[in-house]
């Protein structure tokens, strides 16, 4: 089981993986509709507050969107927030989420980055905005790659590009278990495996209260 940010003090994070006994064999909105009711128990139980949730639209852009309240984000792919017991929420199914913690307490961010966001350097831009809007120090970041898709079962390796980035900005303690999504199909949902007609892992992420 994928559990992130272990031993990193001040902060929530969880990774919701496939959840077993719901047909997800539909389109994106559907699947998330039937998936939100044990999205929500999985969080409780792990002390999240599903109506206390910031998300992102996620259009595979390289927009980040500062978080202030539990509101959809339009046009972003990646949420920061200062806001203590606010959490942040990413849906992927092989592209990968980005967690991005201080070890101050001072922020979190978290990205949604598959080959477009990648290319488009969007972590490198969200540890910018963490520097930019709270004086978070990059060294001073923890930041862990999500299970994602990963060659032979995709043509490029953009949690490694995710990693070199996420360095050339300035961070040190940079995380990858080297999980793929598509070679584990029992634990996670993948788009390309399942040819688009899937459900959708839920990553989240706060600073504790």
Do not use: W
């Amino acid at each position: 089981m994928f559990e992130p940010l272990a031993g990193v003090p001040g902060v929530s994070a969880s990774f919701v993986p496939r959840i077993t006994g719901i047909d997800v064999a539909t389109d994106r909105a559907t699947a998330l509709e039937r998936l939100a009711p044990v999205h929500a128990e999985y969080l409780r139980g792990r002390g999240f507050d599903e109506a206390h949730l910031a998300t992102a639209e996620q259009v595979h852009g390289d927009a980040v969107a500062v978080a202030a309240d539990a509101s959809l984000h339009g046009g972003a792919d990646a949420l920061v927030t200062g806001v203590k017991g606010l959490g942040l929420g990413i849906y992927v199914a092989d592209c990968a989420a980005v967690y991005l913690a201080d070890r101050k307490g001072r922020a979190v961010g978290l990205v949604h980055s598959g080959r477009a966001g990648t290319t488009k350097n969007i972590v490198g831009r969200t540890i910018e905005l963490l520097g930019a809007e709270f004086g978070v120090d990059a060294a001073d970041l923890v930041v862990e790659i999500g299970p994602c898709i990963r060659p032979p079962l995709y043509e490029t390796d953009f949690a490694a590009e995710i990693a070199a980035q996420a360095r050339a900005a300035g961070a040190t303690d940079v995380r990858d278990r080297g999980i793929c999504t598509g070679q584990n199909v029992d634990r996670y949902y993948s788009y390309r495996v399942e040819r688009g007609q899937t459900g959708r892992m839920l990553a989240v992420l706060a600073l504790r209260p």
